[in-house]
């Protein structure tokens, strides 16, 4: 990747971030009369329902005090990943008598429980939020919460979706997001069982779901890895695959460009690009079938915001890793598709659902599951790669 070009993004995704997608959140997304975030949003800001979910509550919070650590220790940003933090501690925990200490996935604007669910990613996200949140504030109970929340998470046996007696079945989103969790734990209040946590998950996704036969990063295995031939064992979630990608080359990163783990990395996004793809459109699709069959999700060939922000990363790492010209020509291209499309220049971040040929689906800006994460932290994890490239 030239020089030049470097320089280039590291300003796009830099003022993106400062100038654009960080403004439209702390515009609009601060909740003053009952504390934490809306993130449910139409596309200028307004608020189209009040209801919040732990994930972005815990994300934006994660958001806020990585950039208090990596950025700048300004005073808006510390002051609302506090603002996050309170909310979180007020509301977002079920415990008490014999509950069983875990977080709410869903609550009503001034925090009363709506929804839990069957799996620990919102302890996981709050894990990293204590976590960033303790380092920067030198919270002791923050990080001793951090700890908590990360050996809950690993400790829950997270119910299958479908019998497990039945269909015994793994998926890869756990191992991913627990792999992101201990690296954001590692770096922040040195969890101990951290470092073993990410050998775990590295083997883990290596071992049972990198498929060599199919060539594929599979979504949903058996607890041994073994491909499943069902609609859900054989849908691929390019998606889920290229942010695994890029979590196991910053691994590689973090190691001192390790090689094993940079093979294992862009093989993983060589499988996934060949697949998600979009040939006679551009971009990435939402889900593919390994075997060429019709996927059930009826969005299969849609075009999201967050697949988007996951390649840019995977191809940028890649690129990096390896010097590779391929590397940088699909990170061109991913860049270029989903900055002219997905980017509001009128009112800010990034529309989220798009139709397969690029034009808008959905007008909003936020909801239950886009918020302020995938698109300010692709923004933030490129800007800082290109900075560390241009360095001396």
């Keep these: 990747m030239q020089r030049a070009r470097v320089g280039e993004l590291l300003a796009v995704y830099r003022d993106g971030l400062l100038e654009d997608t960080l403004p439209f959140w702390t515009r609009h997304a601060v909740d003053r009369e009952h504390g934490g975030f809306l993130t449910c949003l139409d596309r200028d800001g307004s608020v189209l329902d009040t209801d919040k979910g732990i994930w972005q509550q815990a994300r934006f919070t994660w958001l806020l005090a990585t950039l208090c650590r990596r950025v700048e220790r300004r005073a808006e940003w510390l002051s609302l990943a506090e603002h996050g933090i309170a909310f979180l501690r007020a509301h977002a925990f079920d415990g008490g008598g014999d509950r069983d200490g875990r977080m709410f996935f869903q609550v009503t604007r001034d925090g009363r429980p709506l929804r839990k669910r069957r799996y620990v990613f919102t302890e996981l996200f709050g894990a990293m939020a204590f976590a960033a949140w303790a380092d920067v504030a030198g919270d002791a109970a923050a990080a001793e919460t951090a700890r908590g929340l990360f050996r809950l998470a690993l400790e829950t046996e997270v119910t299958p979706k479908v019998d497990p007696r039945t269909r015994p079945s ?41 498929n060599r036969e199919h060539e594929a990063v599979l979504e949903t295995v058996g607890p041994n890895g073994e491909p499943l031939d069902h609609f859900e064992g054989r849908t691929l979630n390019p998606g889920h695959a290229l942010e695994a990608s890029w979590f196991v080359l910053a691994e590689a990163r973090h ?39 019709p996927p059930q999700e009826v969005h299969h060939d849609m075009k999201l915001w967050w697949p988007h922000c996951e390649a840019v990363l995977a191809t940028l790492h890649a690129a990096l890793a390896t010097g590779e010209d391929r590397y940088a020509r ?24 798009l139709h397969r040929d690029g034009s808008v689906s959905l007008r909003l800006k936020g909801n239950l599951w886009k918020g302020p994460f995938h698109l300010p932290r692709m923004q933030l994890v490129a800007w800082k790669l290109l900075e560390e490239a241009l360095a001396p």
Excluded at 192 to 197: K, T, V
Excluded at 264 to 269: N, P
């Design 330 to 353: 699909w990170h061109a291209d991913v860049h270029d598709w989903a900055h002219a499309r997905f980017r509001d220049p009128e009112h800010g971040e990034w529309f989220g659902y």
């Design 170 to 210: 793994k998926g890869l989103g756990f191992p991913m997001i627990a792999l992101h969790a201990a690296q954001v734990l590692r770096d922040t209040v040195v969890e101990p069982s951290a470092e073993s946590c990410i050998e775990r998950a590295l083997d883990e996704i290596e071992r049972d779901f990198v």
């Design 255 to 293: 190691r001192g460009g390790d090689a094993r783990l940079v093979e294992l990395g862009t093989r993983m996004l060589d499988w996934t690009w060949a697949r998600g793809w979009d040939a006679e459109h551009g971009g990435i699709l939402s889900f593919v079938d390994v075997r060429g069959l």
